[in-house]
T-cell receptor
C-alpha cells in the first residue's frame, strides 16, 4: 500500500463546476496535510494546508480533513480553465523532519 | 529573486557520466530537501538537511547519489555513473524549522531536469 494515494485521473469538469480531488494516507500519526498545484513543466506550489479535522476555506478552495478515515480532499468551486493542472496531496508524518510524502497527483482538466 | 534557486535547469549527459546539481535555498530557511520526480508521479523524497547535517536519506537512494550542504547554505546533489533510469526532474525545496505559526510548507525551486542518453 502506498503511503499517500490519489486517483491519477484525469478528472474532467466543465468551467464553473465544482472539482473534487481526493487523497488517502496510511500513517495514522500524520499531522499536517498539504495540497500543491503543479502546472506542466513547473514546480509544485502550495495551495492549502490543513491540520485539524473539518473544513478549511480559502477563496475558491476548500480542504477537508477526516483523520479517523485517513482522508483529505480538496474542493475547487467555480472551476476555471486556469485551474487545469496536476494536484498533489502531501502528508507530513509524526517525525520532526518536516519531510512531506507526496501522492502521485491527480490531473484536473477544466473545459471551457 | 528570493526563492529557491536551482541550476542547471537542464542537463543532458551520456550514460556513465557524473552530474552535479546545485540548490540555493531561501536565505532564512535552515531545512533543505531533495526530491526526484518522474513523469506522471509525485515528488519522491531523496534526502534532507538541517543546516549542514544530513539527517535523513531515502532507503531507495542508490549509493551513486550523494548530497552535501557544507556550510548550511547551498547544497549539491551529485549522481555518479549515471544510468538512463536516473532521467528525471530533481527538485530542491527548503523550509523553516517547525515552530508555532510555521505551516511546515516546503517551497520548491524550478527543478533541474536530467536526461541520460
Amino acid at each position: 500500500q502506498k503511503e499517500v494515494e490519489q486517483n491519477s485521473g484525469p478528472l474532467s469538469v466543465p468551467e464553473g463546476a465544482i472539482a473534487s480531488l481526493n487523497c488517502t494516507y496510511s500513517d495514522r500519526g500524520s499531522q499536517s496535510f498539504f495540497w500543491y498545484r503543479q502546472y506542466s513543466g513547473k514546480s509544485p506550489e502550495l495551495i492549502m494546508s490543513i491540520y485539524s479535522n473539518g473544513d478549511k476555506e480559502d477563496g475558491r478552495f476548500t480542504a477537508q480533513l477526516n483523520k479517523a478515515s485517513q482522508y483529505v480532499s480538496l474542493l475547487i468551486r467555480d472551476s476555471q480553465p486556469s485551474d487545469s493542472a496536476t494536484y498533489l496531496c502531501a502528508v507530513k508524518g509524526y517525525s520532526n523532519t518536516g519531510k512531506l510524502i507526496f501522492g502521485q497527483g491527480t490531473t484536473l482538466q477544466v473545459k471551457p | 529573486d528570493t526563492g529557491v534557486s536551482q541550476n542547471p535547469r537542464h542537463k543532458i549527459t551520456k550514460r556513465g557520466q557524473n552530474v552535479t546539481f546545485r540548490c540555493d535555498p531561501i536565505s532564512e530557511h535552515n531545512r533543505l530537501y531533495w526530491y526526484r520526480q518522474t513523469l506522471g508521479q509525485g515528488p519522491e523524497f531523496l534526502t534532507y538537511f538541517q543546516n549542514e547535517a544530513q539527517l535523513e536519506k531515502s532507503r531507495l537512494l542508490s549509493d551513486r547519489f550523494s548530497a552535501e550542504r557544507p556550510k548550511g547554505s547551498f547544497s549539491t546533489l551529485e549522481i555518479q555513473r549515471t544510468e538512463q533510469g536516473d532521467s528525471a526532474m530533481y527538485l530542491c525545496a527548503s523550509s523553516l524549522p517547525p515552530r508555532t505559526g510555521n505551516t511546515g510548507e516546503l517551497f520548491f525551486g524550478e527543478g533541474s531536469r536530467l536526461t541520460v542518453l
